[in-house]
C-alpha cells in the first residue's frame, strides 16, 4: 500500500508580529524565520511519520528547491517523483501572533506550473487501492482526479485553500473530505459556523465520502452515512497553528490506513496536532508517531477523554 501526496511545496518566511498588519500601516516583525512548507510537504511528513510509505508529487524550482527536497529525504519520503522547473518554487509569507494566530499570503510559483503530461508520468507509479492526497495549492487537480480514478486509488482531498476551484474538481470521486468549518459553510452552503449542521449537509451532498470537520478549539466530528464521532481537543499553549491541519489530516488517514479504527485515528490526529500548535514553523513542529504515543499527558488523560457518537 502506497501514499501519494501530489501537492505543494513551499518556503516559508515567518514573521513574529504583535498584530496582523492593517492597511496603510507599517509593522516591525520582532523576528524572522524561514522554514520547509506547503500543506503538500506537511502532509507527506507527517503521513511518513505514521509509518506509511509515502511518495511525494509535485513541481519546485531548479535553483531555489534543494531545502525542500533535503527535508522530505530526512523524513523518509520518496522524492524521486518531484519536477523541477525553471520558475521559482512558492513561497509565503507568515504573520504569526503572540495568540498564535497566523495570517498567510501565498504565491504559487511552480506549484502552478503542473502539466498532464507530468501527471501521466506519475501516476503509472500507483495501482488500484493506494491513496492519492490532494490539497488545493497546485494546479490541474480535477485531472489528477479523473486519472486516478481510473487507476481505482482511493482519494482523500483537503480542500484549502477553498476558492472556487474546488467546484470545478469531480468531487464524487473523493473517499475521504477532510476541511474545517469555514470550509464546509462555502461548500455546504450552511451559513452558520455550526458543526453538526455542516456535517450533516456534507454527508448528504457527499453520501460517499467519509467527512472530518475540524473545529479549531471545539475539536473536530466524523460522519459517514449512520456512523458520527466527535473528538475534542488536548489543549495547550498554542505557539503556532500554521501546520495543525497538516499533521492532523496526516495522522487521521495514516492511522486509517495502517488499520486503526475511526476512534482511535481521531484521537491520535487530535495528539499530534495539539503538539503541533505548540511548536514554531510548519513542517518542524510534525512530530514523530513515537511523540505522539509516550507524551504522558495523553496516558494521564485517556481515562478521562469523552470519545463517541456525535450527538
Known amino acids: 500500500?502506497?501514499?501519494l501526496v501530489f501537492g505543494s511545496l513551499n518556503i516559508d518566511y515567518v514573521y513574529k508580529v504583535k498584530h496582523f498588519v492593517q492597511p496603510g500601516e507599517t509593522l516591525a516583525s520582532d523576528d524572522m524565520q524561514i522554514f520547509c512548507g506547503g500543506k503538500g510537504l506537511n502532509q507527506?511528513?507527517?503521513?511518513?511519520?505514521?509509518?506509511?510509505?509515502?511518495w511525494h508529487a509535485g513541481a519546485v524550482g531548479r535553483n531555489d528547491s534543494d531545502m525542500l527536497l533535503r527535508k522530505l529525504n530526512e523524513a523518509g519520503v520518496h522524492t524521486e517523483l518531484v519536477q523541477k522547473t525553471e520558475f521559482p518554487t512558492g513561497h509565503t509569507m507568515i504573520q504569526t501572533t503572540p495568540e498564535g494566530e497566523n495570517s498567510i499570503i501565498?504565491?504559487?510559483?511552480?506549484?502552478?506550473?503542473?502539466?498532464?503530461?507530468?501527471?501521466?508520468?506519475?501516476?503509472?507509479?500507483?495501482?488500484?487501492?493506494?491513496?492519492?492526497?490532494?490539497?488545493?495549492?497546485?494546479n490541474q487537480i480535477p485531472y489528477i482526479m479523473e486519472r486516478a480514478h481510473e487507476i481505482g486509488m482511493k482519494i482523500v482531498l483537503n480542500p484549502s485553500?477553498?476558492?472556487?476551484?474546488?467546484?470545478?474538481?469531480p468531487l464524487s470521486y473523493v473517499d475521504f473530505l477532510i476541511l474545517n468549518e469555514l470550509e464546509g459553510m462555502q461548500l455546504s452552503g450552511i451559513l452558520e459556523k455550526e458543526g453538526r449542521q455542516?456535517?450533516?449537509?456534507?454527508?448528504?451532498?457527499?453520501?460517499?465520502?467519509?467527512?472530518?470537520?475540524?473545529?479549531?478549539?471545539?475539536?473536530a466530528v466524523y460522519g459517514y452515512r449512520e456512523e458520527n464521532y466527535y473528538q475534542p481537543i488536548y489543549p495547550v499553549k498554542t505557539v503556532d497553528t500554521t501546520a495543525a491541519g497538516d499533521t492532523f489530516t496526516g495522522f487521521f488517514m495514516g492511522s486509517i490506513?495502517?488499520?486503526?479504527?475511526?476512534?482511535?485515528?481521531?484521537d491520535t490526529a487530535a495528539r499530534a496536532a495539539s503538539i503541533a500548535v505548540g511548536r514554531n514553523g510548519a513542517s518542524d513542529s510534525i512530530p514523530k508517531l513515537d511523540e505522539v504515543k509516550k507524551d504522558e499527558r495523553w496516558r494521564k488523560g485517556k481515562e478521562k477523554r469523552k470519545l463517541g457518537l456525535y450527538n
Do not use: R
Open 257 to 266: 490506513i495502517c488499520g486503526k479504527t475511526v476512534k482511535d485515528a481521531l
Open 161 to 169: 485553500p477553498m476558492n472556487e476551484k474546488i467546484f470545478d474538481m
Open 198 to 219: 455542516i456535517l450533516d449537509a456534507l454527508t448528504k451532498h457527499f453520501p460517499n465520502a467519509q467527512i472530518v470537520l475540524t473545529m479549531g478549539k471545539e475539536g
Open 44 to 54: 507527506s511528513i507527517a503521513f511518513c511519520y505514521t509509518g506509511i510509505d509515502t
Open 1 to 3: 500500500m502506497k501514499v
Open 106 to 138: 501565498l504565491y504559487g510559483g511552480a506549484n502552478q506550473t503542473i502539466t498532464k503530461e507530468y501527471i501521466d508520468s506519475v501516476l503509472p507509479f500507483f495501482k488500484k487501492g493506494d491513496y492519492l492526497i490532494l490539497q488545493n495549492e497546485i
